[in-house]
């Protein structure tokens, strides 16, 4: 993705797109964001739907999104970002446990998977020094 080499956390900084349904977790999940540096929220987008259409074209290095959507749910939205040619890295959210995602959050195209309440600065730094990797 471009500039993902260079986006550490003390290099440039790293843009955040956030699908989900609830406006209120969008606007605390961008507060988290705005809180942590070398971070910024890139976008927000409340359905899977409109993820896809516009991360086609958007610059987001990664991606919080939430499992459950009505339409395009974060599974299917991540696998469809993961066929991009330079695909961001993909976290998948829910508020509840979701364990067959949290066992291989790679065989439903993401790179992790996190509960909502425990995004706070510190994890989502944590999130994208282990994940923000090729491939």
Avoid: N, Q
Avoid at 12 to 25: G, Y
Avoid at 44 to 73: H, K, Y
Avoid at 113 to 134: G, I
Wanted: hydrophobic share 50%.
């Amino acid at each position: 993705m471009p500039g993902m080499a260079e986006a550490t956390l003390h290099g440039p900084t790293v843009r955040v797109a956030v699908v989900d349904d609830s406006p209120e977790f969008r606007i605390a999940a961008d507060a988290v964001i705005a809180a942590t540096p070398g971070f910024a929220a890139a976008l927000t987008l409340p359905s899977g739907e409109e993820a896809v259409r516009v991360l086609t074209r958007a610059d987001a290095d990664l991606v919080l999104i939430d499992v459950r959507m009505p339409g395009i749910g974060g599974v299917a939205a991540a696998r469809a970002l993961g066929r991009l040619p330079d695909p961001p890295t993909v976290v998948l959210m829910s508020a509840d446990p979701c364990p067959v995602i949290e066992a291989d959050p790679a065989a439903h195209g993401a790179k992790a998977f996190v509960r909502k309440h425990t995004l706070c600065p510190r994890a989502l730094r944590h999130l994208w020094s282990t994940c923000a990797t090729p491939g």
